[in-house]
Nanobody
Framework: VQLQASGGGLVQAGGSLRLSCAASGHSFRSYTVAWFRQAPGKEREFVAGIRSSGTTNHADSAKGRFSISRDNARQMLYLQMNGLKPEDTAVYYC????????????????WGQGTLVTVSS
């Protein structure tokens, strides 16, 4: 599967953005897909994931503010981000795996190119 992320940009603290990830290829609906982010000088971290069953998992930093969803018919993955904070500034990546693990980026074999989110204070 090939992934392409979009939707990043510059937003003020408290604002919202919706990230999208377009998938191409076979079996998207059977994959666990997720959003990760990486800030300068920091490790890549899990933000949110969604399994083929629709079960979701959000990192503590994302709970109550971010919401992951998928549209299997359109082969799309989304991340709605509300109440953005300066510490959310990072490059956001969409990723996919055939397994069901959540948090380890090394479990994901397919990656989009990343989209930059910058939150100003």
């Amino acid at each position: 599967v090939q992934l392409q992320a979009s939707g990043g940009g510059l937003v003020q603290a408290g604002g919202s953005l919706r990230l999208s990830c377009a998938a191409s290829g076979h079996s998207f609906r059977s994959y666990t897909v997720a959003w990760f982010r990486q800030a300068p000088g920091k490790e890549r971290e899990f933000v949110a994931g969604i399994r083929s069953s629709g079960t979701t998992n959000h990192a503590d930093s994302a709970k109550g503010r971010f919401s992951i969803s998928r549209d299997n018919a359109r082969q799309m993955l989304y991340l709605q981000m509300n109440g953005l904070k300066p510490e959310d500034t990072a490059v956001y990546y969409c990723a996919a795996q055939a397994g069901v693990n959540w948090h380890r980026w090394t479990d994901y074999g397919y990656w989009g190119q990343g989209t930059l989110v910058t939150v100003s204070s």
